[in-house]
């Protein structure tokens, strides 16, 4: 067992995040096909096989390679296609698979507990380690990479879409312009306290440097572009009935998810010119199951203080 995955049997203790809720919504049949586009460790798709039986099949994605060691061995015996790539591809890999529609879409958005719990990856300033950042090691662009050669208004635009005061996000831009004139920033623990020196201690409801390295992990891995397109191509390979769930942790991927269905559903966006033609409805192509997103009841919370922020959407093909 590589260090990686050994790593990973720790993420046993993290059960998966609002599983009641997931597999009410998914409701997985015998026979049916199903699509967990961030496998990870196989929380989510334990459960959901054990519903499909040995006549329904699960379609794991996920482009984290050691993640997907793990889930292979935990889930050895199920039937169950492997796939190592990012969910952005998601209208390739079904067109590879000669996949006609799936009965069910999950998408477990975020941070895994193993990405978390691998100091080396880079996801947590709690221990120092390379400023990487990357769900694919195969990606050949890192957080250091981003942080020491985008110019000071992409940098500031990035932060500030993370929820970064306007004000606090320049300032936070040009620091980090000014530091690496001087010295490269590689390291968590160095950005860390880059971020701590500069944010000050009024504006801050939890570590400073919690919303930038938010911020950063969602550019390396480009994952606003690669959320959108996704659900747009799993609602058009849905057999009809299938369900499209989304667990969110940021109001970013929470979001797109609500817009995306919203759009899907036949509802128009809010117009930017009052006085232009109002234009034609777009097709209603699904049913949206939950009006107001459901969050983990205080009982998950407290037994599980990662789900606190979770957000979950649900729709229905029709």
């Known amino acids: 067992m590589a260090d990686g995955e050994a790593g990973y049997a720790e993420t046993l203790r993290h059960e998966p995040v609002m599983l009641e809720e997931v597999l009410a919504y998914l409701d997985p049949q015998p026979g049916e096909t199903m699509v967990d586009c961030t496998l990870g460790g196989g929380g989510h798709a334990l459960a959901i096989c054990q519903r499909l039986g040995p006549t329904g099949r699960l379609i794991g994605i996920d482009q984290d390679a050691s993640a997907l060691a793990y889930a ?49 990856r880079g996801f947590s300033f709690r221990t120092d380690a390379p400023l990487d950042l990357r769900m694919d090691a195969r990606n050949p662009v890192t957080a250091a990479d981003l942080v020491n050669r985008m110019p000071e208004q992409e940098i500031m635009e990035l ?7 306007r004000r606090w996000a320049r300032r936070l831009a040009r620091t980090i312009v000014a530091t690496r004139q001087h010295t490269p920033i590689t390291t968590t623990r160095q950005f860390a306290e880059l971020v701590a020196a500069t944010i000050p201690v009024s504006t801050r409801s939890h570590h400073p440097a919690t919303l930038a390295f938010q911020a950063l992990r969602i550019a390396v891995n480009d994952e606003v572009t690669a959320l959108t397109g996704a659900l747009i191509a799993a609602i058009h390979h849905s057999n009809v009935a299938a369900r499209i769930v989304t667990l969110s942790y940021h109001s970013l991927e929470d979001g797109i998810c609500k817009r995306t269905f919203r759009q899907m559903s036949g509802k128009r966006p809010p117009p930017s010119d009052p006085y232009a033609p109002e234009p034609p409805a777009p097709p209603t192509l699904v049913s949206i199951l939950t009006p107001k997103p459901l969050s ?22 029709l």
């Open 72 to 120: 292979r061995r935990r889930l050895r015996g199920y039937p169950v296609t492997f796939v190592h790539d990012s969910f952005a591809h998601l209208e390739k890999i079904i067109s590879d698979l000669s996949l006609r529609g799936a009965d069910g879409y999950l998408f477990d958005l975020g941070v895994s507990s193993f990405q978390l719990e691998t100091p080396e």
């Open 159 to 165: 932060f500030q879409q993370s929820g970064y005061d």
């Open 296 to 317: 983990p009841s205080p009982e998950e919370v407290r037994r599980n203080p990662r789900s606190r922020s979770a957000k979950l959407r649900a729709v229905e093909r």
